[in-house]
């Protein structure tokens, strides 16, 4: 039965922090995070409020990773595994991380109170147990599910709509029943065999994309399968105009149908959403502008759920 919640803000708090893109290795990942937060600040969304998360703490990564990667990711060494998201290492890495991935906590803890919340984090979903890949350097996805856990969650939905399947957040819930991934892909990178916590979902034409996700989250209603809270990767990647990931025929407007499809079916069933940025990426047909444009529609839906914006 849908839940009735009832918002302790009339805001939407999405965590920012300046040190999201301290790291010295200069990629979308690493930086897109202040073109939004820029971009809020010079046309602001009604509605939307940044605020600044605490620093994630060790212990939170330690229950997700192996300790021989934490360690690796704060010190540099071995450099193989410091560097194997694919970015090189530096001593701006590891606060980044902690913020971050701060961020998706914080978001996660506040769309529990709040109904909706988000981070301008991204650089989740490939991370494994030990070792980091396709620009993702911890899993904030999974540490975010295991934190509403600990607060009295009983089940997390991660709804995966990133280019790339979500094969590291796979690995790693593959003995948690209280944590389901639905995985919705348009490019075969991270691919996985599916688990009885993890559906993944490969779609080959435009024509199948919006389809394909109505049908999946209908099935959940059908079922009457109930989560606490739903965490969002909203990748914009599948767009056909991003460099990595995109789909010929998505467009602008259906990954904007998209968002309003999500929020609106997370708000029909009063289920608690948190939303990071996921992937994205510049190229010869999507510039820095366009990118952000994209990324802001995610911002633009969540901010009508409380009917603060058009």
Known sequence: MPQTLVPKSNVVRVFYRAEYVVAGYGFHTTRKAKW????????????IELVAPALLTREPLLAVHAPDYVQAIETGQPRSLAESQGFYWDTGLWPMQL???????????????????G?????FHHAAYGYGDGFCTFNGLVIAAHAALSTGARSVLILDLDAHCGGGTASLIVNEPRIRQIDVAV???????ETDQARLVMVKHSAAYLPTIHGLLDQLNRHGDAFDLCLYNAGMDPCARCALGGLAGITDA????RERLVFAWCQ???LPIAFVLAGGYIGRRLDQRGLVDLHRLTLSAAARIKGLAR
């Open 268 to 270: 029909r069933r009063g």
């Open 99 to 117: 913020a971050s991935t701060g961020g998706a906590v914080a978001a996660a803890l506040a769309a529990l109170e709040d109904g909706v919340a």
């Open 254 to 257: 259906i990954l904007a149908e």
């Open 36 to 47: 939004l937060a820029d971009s809020l600040i010079a046309a602001p969304i009604p509605g």
């Open 187 to 193: 490019d075969r990178h991270d691919h996985y065999p």
């Open 119 to 123: 981070s301008l984090s991204s650089g």
